[in-house]
Structures are given as C-alpha cells and as structure tokens.
C-alpha cells in the first residue's frame, strides 16, 4: 500500500474553472517524490488540495489506504499528514519556542517532549528560541516551519517550495535537514521549483503541465534530462 496515491484529481478554486485536471502520482512509504514543473502548472493548487486546503472536484486521494478526499486540513494532522505551505508557515510576530507550543497545542502530555525532539533535531531554533521567528533568516524560517509540522509526530509532510527565497547555501541547509527527517522514516512529498536541487534529494519525480502529471520517472533519470527541459519549455514534449 502506498503512502499516498492521488488519482484523476480535479481541483480548483472557482467552479467550472478546473486548474488540477486529472492528476494521478503516488508516493511510497519513507520515499521523498518531487512535484516538478512551469509556473502556472497547478503544482501548488495540486498539493493544497491533497491537503485538505481546496474542493476536491473529482478524483481520489488515499493516505495509508484511507480516503481523504476533502477531510479538513486540520483533521489531516491527526491522522498523520502534514502539510509546510510555501508563504505565511510561521507566525512571524511569535516567538520559534510560541510557534512551536501552538503548533503542538493538541499534543496534551507529549508536549514538551515533541519540542525537546524538534530542538535536537533544529540546534538553530533551540538558541534562538526566544527570538520573533519574523527575525530568523530564511533558512531558520523554513526550518521552523517544517519543525512545526514535524512536531506532531506525522507518518508524511508536504511541502511547498521549501527552497523558495532561499540563497544556495540556505538551500542546501535545507535539503539536508530533510534528507534527516527522511532518515527517521518520514514520508516527503515535495513540490519545487529548484530543480536540481529537488532531483539531487528526491527519489523520484512527476513533471505537471497544465494540470495534468505528464512524466515520472526516478530523480536519477531525469537529472539533465531533455524531456524535462523540454516540458519546461512547452515544447514538443517528452
Ligand atoms: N487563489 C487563487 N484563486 C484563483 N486562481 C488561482 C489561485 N491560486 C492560483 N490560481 C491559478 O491557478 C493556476 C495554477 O496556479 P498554481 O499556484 O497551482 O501554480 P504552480 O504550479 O504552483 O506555479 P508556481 O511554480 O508559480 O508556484 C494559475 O493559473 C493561477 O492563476
Ligand atoms: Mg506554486
């Protein structure tokens, strides 16, 4: 059974006006997937709906076997499916120790235990734990973002554009903070627009065009792939 598989996805954000049009991909238990593609593609629209953020139109999405088709964002996280939106992650005028506890506010007991693992695994959020997280840098942001949705001991997280606004070397801090997170038996469904960096972490990888999964293929096939650039240029593709 897969982690995650979404089949014929239609979704969108007016009716009538489907920008996911019949998407499919899966995602396998402890593997890290890229959704790769041109802006504009639905990428983001495709990930927020599978999180639960967006109407599903039609289609079918199964975590660990279960339908999820529009159970709410918030009942997701219990059972297991965590989602880093690319904007707005943090809570910029609280501090990362505030932002940690609110995400974590439902944990009861477990509690301060979740918030010593996550400072363990983030050493920058343990001493910065009382600054404005509006103050980290973008990699420290990033990082307590994804801390937040670790925090409540999720099966998988979603991420969107986790490198987004990132300079290189953030980027590769990053990437390797979820290569960790991966080590520890955590499913990672990502959609970047950092391709090479993407490919270089991922197992695997779909390519989405207007809506649609147009290539998938392991990361290690697709790195300076022609069919990938070609998707990306909208030529005659793959
Ligand atoms: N909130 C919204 N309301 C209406 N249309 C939207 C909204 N957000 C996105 N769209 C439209 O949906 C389409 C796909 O957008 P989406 O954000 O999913 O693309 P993307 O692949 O994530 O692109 P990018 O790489 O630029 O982030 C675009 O045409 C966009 O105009
Ligand atoms: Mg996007």
Do not use: W
């Amino acid at each position: 059974m897969s982690a995650l598989s979404v089949e014929q996805l239609v979704a969108g954000y007016e009716p009538g006006l489907p920008i996911v049009k019949g998407a499919s991909l899966r995602v396998e238990t402890g593997e890290i997937v890229a959704i790769l593609g041109p802006n504009g593609a639905g990428k983001s629209t495709l990930i927020k709906a599978v999180a639960g953020l967006l109407p599903v139109v039609s289609g079918a999405i199964r975590f660990q076997g279960r339908d999820m088709r529009n159970v709410p964002a918030h009942r997701l996280i219990r059972e297991g499916l965590a989602f880093v939106p690319q904007t707005e992650n943090v809570f910029a005028n609280l501090t990362v120790a505030e932002n940690l506890e609110l995400a974590g506010f439902f944990l009861g007991r477990s509690r301060s235990c979740r918030l010593q693992a996550m400072y363990a695994l983030f050493p920058d959020l343990a001493r910065q734990r009382s600054l404005l997280a509006g103050r980290l840098s973008g990699g420290q942001r990033q990082m307590l973002a994804v801390a937040r949705a670790l925090l409540v001991e999720p099966a998988m997280i979603m991420l969107d554009e986790p490198s987004a606004g990132l300079s290189p070397k953030l980027v590769a801090q990053v990437f390797e903070k979820l290569a960790e997170v991966r080590a520890t038996g955590i499913t990672i469904l990502m959609v970047e627009q950092n391709v090479k960096a993407a490919l270089a972490l991922a197992d695997r990888a779909y390519v989405l065009v207007e809506g649609r999964e147009r290539l998938e293929a392991p990361a290690a096939e697709l790195r300076g792939s022609r069919d990938l650039a070609a998707l990306y240029l909208g030529g005659a593709a793959a």
